[in-house]
């Protein structure tokens, strides 16, 4: 028996075939398009999952990650920050469809991840343990005692949409001030009024890639969005050291490799904000060690275990 794992992201679109001991066999990855809307989207995913499942095979179970709040229970994307105009999608029924009736499972991308983390990565043994991902949008999930805690609606633990109020006063979500998305929207608003020099008056689209490109090169104007996205992403841990007391957050996503520039204030604020030192662990956070592939990982297992309980 084989499984069939899919990571769809707002950016980013990757399949994955894997055997029973989750030894991935074969891979492939594209661009998303999420501006053309669910249908060429939708269309787009199967295209690419077709490409890694073997002629004349059927997956034994097919596990899909996806972003934004979803019923999982349903398989059906309720809507999405980093999907534009989807709204109660049923995924899981038309990729299963597609694929001679395969039993498929799709679970919002924050809960797949730490799932994969847990079992194979950085967090094994942490207990909580907290995983976000910080790339097109925010997401996370929380293992407690080795499970995922999903509550009472099956949407707990979304940490991009804690509510913090801006340098502006508004009141915003988390996605919106320290994802990728956050950080090449606040930098093309900032550099309207800029003072100084800036690469980023040249750059043709300024996204969250281009600001951290600007910001490891010394940009002062990308140096000050990725600060402020730190000191957001602090209080955001700030608040879940609180809440939780986890043994580690696992931190991935593109947004993470911005490394110190980013972490520096986040860690700055945690020290200035937290209630007492000893909420914090020892090196509580820790950088996921499964790449890119962590939400394939998370999918095929989601698939696996979900298939078994059945």
């Given at each position: 028996?084989?499984?069939?794992?899919?990571?769809?992201?707002?950016?980013?679109?990757?399949?994955?075939?894997?055997?029973?001991?989750?030894?991935?066999i074969?891979?492939?990855?594209?661009?998303?398009?999420?501006?053309?809307?669910?249908?060429?989207?939708?269309?787009?995913?199967?295209?690419?999952?077709?490409?890694?499942?073997?002629?004349?095979?059927?997956?034994?179970?097919?596990?899909?990650?996806?972003?934004?709040?979803?019923?999982?229970?349903?398989?059906?994307?309720?809507?999405?920050?980093?999907?534009?105009?989807?709204?109660?999608?049923?995924?899981?029924?038309?990729?299963?469809?597609?694929?001679?009736?395969?039993?498929?499972?799709?679970?919002?991308?924050?809960?797949?991840?730490?799932?994969?983390?847990?079992?194979?990565?950085?967090?094994?043994?942490?207990?909580?343990?907290?995983?976000?991902?910080?790339?097109?949008?925010?997401?996370?999930?929380?293992?407690?005692?080795?499970?995922?805690?999903?509550?009472?609606?099956?949407?707990?633990?979304?940490?991009?949409?804690?509510?913090?109020?801006?340098?502006?006063?508004?009141?915003?979500?988390?996605?919106?001030?320290?994802?990728?998305?956050a950080?090449?929207?606040?930098?093309?608003?900032?550099?309207?009024t800029?003072?100084?020099?800036?690469?980023?008056?040249?750059?043709?689209?300024?996204?969250?890639?281009?600001?951290?490109?600007?910001?490891?090169?010394?940009?002062?104007?990308?140096?000050?969005?990725?600060?402020?996205?730190?000191?957001?992403?602090?209080?955001?841990?700030?608040?879940?050291?609180?809440?939780?007391?986890?043994?580690?957050?696992?931190?991935?996503?593109?947004?993470?490799?911005?490394?110190?520039?980013?972490?520096?204030?986040?860690?700055?604020?945690?020290?200035?904000?937290?209630?007492?030192?000893?909420?914090?662990?020892?090196s509580?956070?820790?950088?996921a060690?499964?790449?890119?592939?962590?939400?394939?990982?998370?999918?095929?297992?989601?698939?696996q275990?979900?298939?078994?309980?059945?």
């Open positions: 028996m084989s499984l069939l794992a899919i990571d769809l992201g707002g950016t980013r679109l990757r399949a994955a075939w894997y055997d029973e001991s989750l030894q991935q074969a891979r492939t990855e594209t661009k998303t398009h999420a501006e053309e809307g669910p249908g060429a989207v939708i269309e787009r995913v199967l295209a690419t999952a077709r490409e890694v499942v073997p002629r004349g095979e059927t997956p034994s179970a097919i596990g899909m990650s996806t972003p934004g709040p979803m019923d999982a229970r349903r398989g059906v994307i309720l809507h999405s920050f980093a999907l534009p105009g989807w709204q109660d999608v049923p995924l899981a029924a038309i990729v299963s469809r597609a694929f001679d009736g395969a039993p498929t499972f799709a679970e919002n991308d924050g809960n797949v991840g730490p799932l994969a983390e847990y079992h194979l990565g950085a967090g094994q043994g942490a207990n909580p343990m907290i995983y976000m991902t910080i790339s097109t949008g925010i997401g996370g999930g929380v293992i407690i005692d080795g499970k995922l805690f999903t509550g009472w609606s099956g949407h707990a633990a979304e940490p991009g949409h804690m509510q913090f109020i801006d340098d502006e006063g508004q009141v915003r979500r988390l996605e919106e001030l320290a994802s990728g998305t950080l090449g929207r606040l930098a093309a608003h900032k550099l309207a800029w003072p100084g020099e800036t690469s980023l008056r040249d750059v043709t689209i300024i996204d969250g890639a281009a600001v951290g490109r600007a910001a490891r090169a010394g940009d002062a104007l990308a140096l000050d969005v990725v600060e402020a996205a730190g000191r957001y992403l602090g209080l955001a841990l700030v608040n879940l050291l609180h809440l939780f007391s986890p043994e580690a957050v696992v931190l991935g996503g593109s947004v993470t490799q911005l490394g110190d520039l980013i972490f520096t204030p986040a860690r700055a604020v945690i020290d200035e904000r937290v209630l007492d030192p000893a909420f914090v662990p020892p509580f956070i820790r950088m060690q499964l790449g890119d592939d962590v939400c394939l990982i998370g999918a095929a297992l989601y698939a275990q979900r298939r078994d309980d059945r």
